[in-house]
């Protein structure tokens, strides 16, 4: 219909240029040009890669075209894209712990839409949908999920928090088609209030001089272990001496213990040339 219009257009302007002068013809060739170009412009939408077209129709939505070249009504229909490949939404929301604690959470979440049901999104929600469905959704699971913890849980048991805050909010996305990737939640820090901070680092030096207390009773507790079994074996060594005493009359432990003692001189002895018998054991009195 479009092209049998142009076509009976430009046989009657054609006709009625027979009688028009050169440069008159000109400008009604390229006025004719200019609206066949506009008309072909106004018919064409493409649809880059990555990317989900909706059709309006005067507005109302009338389906959905996927990536490439397509033909709709000029000046009746409009295409609104929305893009169907995986994008990351940054959020930061503020809780409170089982234990009362102010907890804010930053975190990083990566989802799609749903390519076969960009034109439902758009129906319901249009293009704000981060602003009015995701971060929302956001806000309500962190503060549902935080509610469960105390602080120090929250800190122990990061990975469970974090399977249940992606949790709960894939469920609440999905009924506007918006899907969650696996693993698509990132928890990227825990911010306590001041007072629980100190109290936690309080806590930490505690636990350094506990350790440290115990580490130095230990340390006297070998050293006293030692001392006893260095005290346990000179008794041992005593009594061994004792023995040897009682068994062989003393002589040659005297024997040993003057070697011990004596000092690399020898005796003085004056006499008439005659050989000297020295008793080692009146030496050692």
């Known amino acids: 219909m479009m092209v049998s219009f142009i076509l009976k257009k430009f046989h009657a302007e054609t006709r009625d240029a027979i009688n028009l002068k050169p440069w008159a013809w000109t400008v009604r060739i390229i006025g004719t040009l200019l609206v066949v170009i506009g008309l072909f412009a106004s018919a064409v939408r493409i649809v ?6 909706v059709q309006l129709r005067f507005g109302a939505v009338r389906g959905q075209l996927s990536e490439g070249i397509h033909l709709v009504t000029p000046w009746i229909d409009s295409v609104v894209l929305l893009e169907v490949r995986t994008q ?9 712990s089982r234990d009362l604690q102010i907890v804010t959470t930053n975190l990083a979440l990566n989802f799609h839409i749903d390519p076969s049901r960009v034109g439902n999104l758009y129906r319901k929600v249009g293009l704000e949908y981060k602003a009015r469905i995701i971060d929302p959704a956001v806000q309500e699971s962190i503060k549902m999920v935080t509610a469960k913890f105390t602080a120090e849980e929250l800190i122990k048991s990061r990975q469970l928090v974090k399977a249940q805050v992606e949790q709960d909010i894939a469920r609440r996305l999905r ?3 918006i899907i969650v990737e696996p693993g698509g939640l990132s928890i990227t820090n825990f911010d306590f209030s001041k007072p629980f901070n100190a109290a936690i680092e309080r806590k930490q030096v505690a636990q350094q001089e506990a350790e440290q207390q115990r580490y130095v009773l230990q340390k006297a507790e070998l050293e006293k272990k030692t001392k006893i079994t260095q005290a346990e074996g000179v008794a041992r060594a005593a009594e061994l001496n004792a023995a040897a005493l009682q068994s062989q009359g003393g002589s040659l432990v005297l024997t040993r213990e003057w070697i011990e003692k004596w000092d690399g001189h020898v005796p003085t002895v004056s006499g008439g040339g005659q050989g000297v018998i020295i008793d080692i054991n009146k030496l050692l009195k």
């Not at 990351?88 to 409170?96: G, L, N, P, R």
């Open 88 to 96: 990351k939404e940054s959020s930061q929301a503020s809780a409170a």
């Open 175 to 177: 009924v506007y088609q």
């Open 48 to 53: 880059p890669a990555g990317h989900r077209g």
